[in-house]
């Protein structure tokens, strides 16, 4: 989450100054022997008292707010801060709304896993992974299936391979107790680009009428 930022400018000064969003001295609670005042529009009013800076404020009609705590002298700006405080919630909930929770989705296969079965599993994990979402695949070894883990290796390239259009392989293969798993994530999505404007053909010159012969003398 972004604040916001006010610019203010003279001749002789420039600074730009960010609002925080989490808490804001206002009003009466400003106690600052001196403040440098901001207008409602951003212009620099000044050093002035915070009972001044308060008048200045109230008729206006707006509230004093202290924008910039650690500065010397503090800084206030006059502004709506109810109006603030609604705008910065509205922006909160959209940046909410925006944001996307990137699952773990798990795929499940044993060694003998028949094609049919392969095939399944691999759309499932194509289509997660086209989702946006990261994918482990793993193999479980049962009994003697310990004996040939190379089989979950194979297995487990074979099912990258067949999604390395749309993800890549974070983590190898590699075999944690029965289990050997790999990690698929979502290739990054680039957008098509904008196909270029035809070339015009050029004009060809214009053909250049032949000058009249001069009429023979009589």
Same mark, same amino acid.
């Given at each position: 989450?972004?604040?916001?930022?006010?610019?203010?400018?003279?001749?002789?000064?420039?600074?730009?100054?960010?609002?925080?969003?989490?808490?804001?001295?206002?009003?009466?609670?400003?106690?600052?022997?001196?403040?440098?005042?901001?207008?409602?529009?951003?212009?620099?009013?000044?050093?002035?008292?915070?009972?001044?800076?308060?008048?200045?404020?109230?008729?206006?009609?707006?509230?004093?707010?202290?924008?910039?705590?650690?500065?010397?002298?503090?800084?206030? /700006?006059? +502004?709506?801060?109810?109006?603030?405080?609604?705008?910065? %919630?509205?922006?909160? @909930?959209?940046? =909410?709304?925006? &944001?996307?929770?990137?699952?773990?989705?798990?795929?499940?296969?044993?060694?003998?896993?028949?094609?049919?079965?392969?095939?399944?599993?691999?759309?499932?994990?194509?289509?997660?992974?086209?989702?946006?979402?990261?994918?482990?695949?793993?193999?479980?070894?049962?009994?003697?299936?310990?004996?040939?883990?190379?089989?979950?290796?194979?297995?487990?390239?074979?099912?990258?391979?067949?999604?390395?259009?749309?993800?890549?392989?974070?983590?190898?293969?590699?075999?944690?107790? /029965?289990? +050997?798993?790999?990690?698929?994530?979502?290739?990054?999505? %680039?957008?098509?680009? @904008?196909?270029? =404007?035809?070339? &015009?053909?050029?004009?060809?010159?214009?053909?250049?009428?032949?000058?009249?012969?001069?009429?023979?003398?009589?």
């Amino acid at each position: 989450m972004h604040p916001a930022f006010f610019v203010f400018t003279n001749p002789h000064f420039l600074e730009v100054f960010s609002i925080a969003t989490t808490s804001h001295e206002i009003n009466e609670q400003i106690r600052d022997p001196q403040v440098r005042l901001i207008s409602e529009e951003g212009e620099q009013l000044g050093i002035v008292s915070s009972e001044e800076a308060l008048r200045i404020a109230t008729e206006a009609g707006y509230d004093l707010v202290k924008i910039a705590p650690n500065s010397n002298p503090p800084v206030c /700006r006059i +502004m709506d801060y109810g109006k603030f405080r609604f705008e910065q %919630t509205k922006k909160e @909930k959209e940046a =909410k709304k925006s &944001q996307r929770v990137i699952e773990i989705k798990e795929i499940r296969m044993s060694p003998g896993i028949d094609t049919n079965d392969f095939n399944t599993k691999l759309k499932n994990a194509q289509k997660f992974l086209s989702d946006g979402d990261r994918v482990k695949v793993s193999v479980r070894f049962r009994g003697r299936e310990m004996a040939h883990t190379e089989i979950g290796v194979t297995l487990l390239k074979d099912f990258a391979d067949k999604c390395a259009e749309i993800a890549n392989m974070d983590k190898a293969p590699k075999l944690e107790g /029965r289990n +050997m798993s790999m990690f698929l994530s979502p290739k990054p999505v %680039t957008p098509p680009k @904008k196909p270029g =404007k035809p070339k &015009q053909p050029k004009p060809s010159p214009a053909a250049v009428p032949a000058e009249a012969e001069p009429a023979a003398a009589e």
